[in-house]
């Protein structure tokens, strides 16, 4: 089965503090993974893609296959990190294969 | 604007009713791919499109059907509306229709089926 499962459904961390969002994937094959984000009032945007292994707005994830996880990391949030953030697997038909999504709440 | 436009922003019917969705993809791009996002299911695939055909199905009602035009927009027509197909609708667009490609997404219609 293809899936990906986020299992934090809001995480709420103060301003400075570092972040950790899980992400398990479920995929026989080669996985190729993603994280989107959503901030308030607009659209879906790609934050990473980890075959380009690169750091944006300090956020950085690591495909690990032998947990099947690639969480998404910042050592020190922001409050313009608030945001929902969704893990996404390319399955076999090409589409994206979304997580439920996890509320990040960055407090001041 | 360059990037994926969707219309309506907002949409509200009854159920019984029929609907379509336009997205149009930016400019280039050959792919189309339809998105439902419900607070019970998450965000789930529908449907895609590339060059005007048909490419890959996912969870995709038979009430809905999918089409792309000559000029690559694309239309999502929902029939007998459901209260549980109130949702939102993103549609994205790539350049191909591989693996490699990058989806760009659209802001999305809101659906309200009362």
């Known amino acids: 089965a293809q899936r990906v499962t986020q299992p934090e459904k809001l995480l709420s961390v103060f301003k400075g503090a570092p972040v950790e969002l899980k992400c398990n994937y479920s995929?026989?094959?080669?996985?190729?993974l993603f994280w989107y984000v959503q901030y308030s009032r607009q659209r879906l945007q790609l934050l990473l893609r980890?075959?380009s292994r690169e750091s944006i707005k300090g956020f950085t994830a690591d495909l690990n296959k032998g947990e099947t996880s690639f969480h998404l990391k910042k050592p020190f949030a922001q409050e313009e990190d608030s945001a929902m953030y969704y893990c996404?697997?390319?399955?076999?038909?090409?589409?994206?294969?979304f997580g439920k999504g996890t509320k990040l709440s960055v407090k001041p | 604007d360059s990037g994926v436009t969707q219309t309506p922003k907002h949409l509200i019917t009854a159920t019984g009713q029929r609907v379509t969705l336009r997205c149009s993809p930016r400019s280039g791009d050959l792919s189309v791919y339809w998105y439902q996002q419900s607070l019970d299911q998450g965000l789930q695939f529908l449907i895609q499109?590339?060059?005007?055909?048909?490419?890959a199905k996912g969870n995709i009602l038979e009430r809905f059907s999918a089409q792309q035009f000559p000029d690559l927009h694309s239309e999502l027509n929902l029939s007998s509306l459901e209260l549980g197909d109130s949702a939102l609708y993103f549609c994205a667009s790539s350049v191909g229709s591989s693996r490699t490609y990058e989806q760009y997404f659209g802001p999305g219609t809101r659906l309200t089926v009362t």
């Open positions: 980890h075959i």
């Open positions: 995929y026989s094959g080669s996985p190729e």
């Open positions: 499109y590339y060059n005007g055909e048909e490419r």
């Open positions: 996404a697997l390319r399955g076999s038909q090409g589409n994206l294969i």
